[in-house]
């Protein structure tokens, strides 16, 4: 699985967007950006993935550079409920298995 | 239903214990795994199950022993534990093997005294 790098710690103000990169500059045609957080005390959840195309959902948007080498996980809105540590993850479909790197903090702030 | 349930919570068990954590999950997922994590570190991958039966075992010694006793529960029968093995143990489900949507547990908290 290619290796990522996120910065170890953000701050957003609550309502503004909260962007969280990542570099994953030696990821491979066939491995898919996957995002997940974890708020203290509870398991990863997952939050979205994408291939190459941008993509939405109810929680985030996810922007993928067209050489696929970072991407972007924006939280339009950002509230108190979102701190949390955000991990980002590239991984084959048939690999089985996916390695967490160290995560960012998200804190959001009043 | 889209939990995974893992009991207990907590855990205290002496190093000449036998205990066991157990996992379960009712969205007729195929695949299921158990992650380590320290305090501050990132969860790693410690089994992976495909159709009960065991996929991935990254190098984990033989005092933890997974077993898929069917296709909604798992077990991790812990064994002469060190105080270093104290941890947060998180199982997981996903469709197959193949899809990585990943389901957590909230965990199991280990203490090993």
């Known amino acids: 699985d290619a290796k990522t790098t996120q910065p170890p710690s953000m701050d957003c103000a609550e309502g503004r967007a909260a962007n969280l990169p990542c570099n994953h500059s030696?990821?491979?045609?066939?491995?898919?950006v996957y995002w997940y957080r974890q708020i203290h005390s509870q398991g990863p959840q997952y939050i979205i993935h994408?291939?190459?195309n941008n993509e939405t959902n109810e929680m985030a948007s996810l922007i993928i550079t067209e050489d696929r080498k970072s991407s972007t996980l924006i939280l339009p809105h950002a509230t108190l409920r979102d701190t949390a540590v955000y991990y980002c993850?590239?991984?084959?479909?048939?690999?089985?298995?996916?390695?967490f790197g160290d995560g960012t903090t998200l804190t959001v702030k009043p | 239903d889209t939990e995974v349930t893992q009991t207990p919570k907590h855990l205290v068990m002496g190093m000449t214990n036998k205990k066991s954590l157990k996992c379960e999950q009712h969205m007729g997922h195929r695949a299921m795994y158990w992650y380590k994590q320290k305090a501050k570190k990132p969860p790693e991958l410690m089994f992976v199950y495909s159709y009960e039966k065991l996929s991935i075992n990254e190098s984990v010694p033989s005092r933890f022993s997974p077993e898929c006793p069917n296709s909604s529960l798992l077990n991790l029968h812990l064994h002469a534990l060190q105080p270093e093995d104290s941890a947060l143990y998180l199982c997981?489900?996903?469709?197959?093997?193949?899809?990585?949507?990943?389901?957590f547990g909230s965990g199991t908290q280990l203490s090993v005294l």
């Open positions: 997981a489900s996903s469709q197959s093997q193949r899809n990585e949507k990943l389901f």
């Open positions: 994408g291939l190459k």
């Open positions: 030696t990821i491979s045609g066939n491995e898919y």
């Open positions: 993850i590239v991984k084959e479909t048939n690999a089985g298995k996916s390695t």
